[in-house]
């Protein structure tokens, strides 16, 4: 912003110049207020999302309902949009005060960070500590129990018949002796923990997954 002026009147001239000051200022230091929205793919508001000024250090969240609002110091910046598992976005404001963003997901790769049960732990050092087995595959076998049905499914687990007599559970044992507190495994059938599954037909089994490292 110019400006130039030529008057006979010292004190007018001086005036005008302050007021043209006062103008200059008021546009450099001027803030953009931007608003919007941000959602995934599916259309659901995502809330936490980070939203900043690149190359700043201004910046704010999204509500619980996936609204924002944040200043820009001019129509170049760049709003950058971020949030675990989805593409970071970087829109320029230009003319714009509302930006609607919509966040894509993230490929998962091997190195995705999977919660078990008392902490976290990747999923590439997670991946040969589970085996599943699916119900279709312990169908029909002509055996007395669901563990014995087992018996050469999986890698790493040992079933052993302890008896002749009907009922008698057999030793089941994961990756060896060795176990702290006992060598038997717990079983856990529909979050419930069970001592034994004798009393479970396989035949209304979905899967099993044997949890057998202790990073499992």
């Known amino acids: 912003m110019k400006c130039s002026f030529l008057f006979n009147?010292?004190?007018i001239l001086v005036a005008l110049?302050?007021?043209c000051n006062l103008l200059y200022?008021?546009?450099t230091f001027s803030q953009i207020r931007v608003k919007g929205k941000v959602i995934d793919s599916h259309g659901t508001s995502l809330g936490g999302v980070t939203v900043i000024v690149k190359g700043t250090t201004v910046g704010t969240?999204?509500?619980?309902?996936g609204n924002y609002?944040?200043?820009?110091p001019s129509r170049e910046a760049e709003l950058q949009f971020s949030f675990i598992g989805y593409i970071t976005k970087e829109i320029t404001v230009g003319n714009q005060t509302t930006i609607d963003v919509t966040l894509s997901d993230k490929e998962v790769g091997i190195d995705e960070v999977i919660i078990v049960g008392y902490g976290t732990t990747k999923k590439s050092d997670l991946t040969g500590a589970i085996s599943v087995v699916k119900g279709k595959e312990l169908v029909n076998i002509p055996v007395r129990s669901a563990v014995e049905a087992l018996q050469g499914k999986t890698a790493g687990i040992s079933i052993v018949s302890t008896g002749g007599s009907p009922g008698t559970a057999p030793a089941v044992r994961i990756r060896g002796i060795g176990t702290v507190n006992g060598n038997d495994?717990?079983?856990i059938v529909d979050g419930f923990p069970q001592m034994d599954i004798g009393w479970l037909n396989q035949n209304d089994i979905a899967s099993m997954e044997i949890l057998?490292?202790?990073?499992?």
């Open 212 to 216: 057998k490292d202790a990073s499992a």
């Open 25 to 27: 200022s008021q546009e």
């Open 9 to 11: 009147s010292k004190g």
């Open 61 to 65: 969240i999204t509500d619980q309902e």
């Open 69 to 72: 609002s944040i200043s820009a």
């Open 17 to 19: 110049l302050l007021l």
């Open 185 to 187: 495994p717990l079983y």
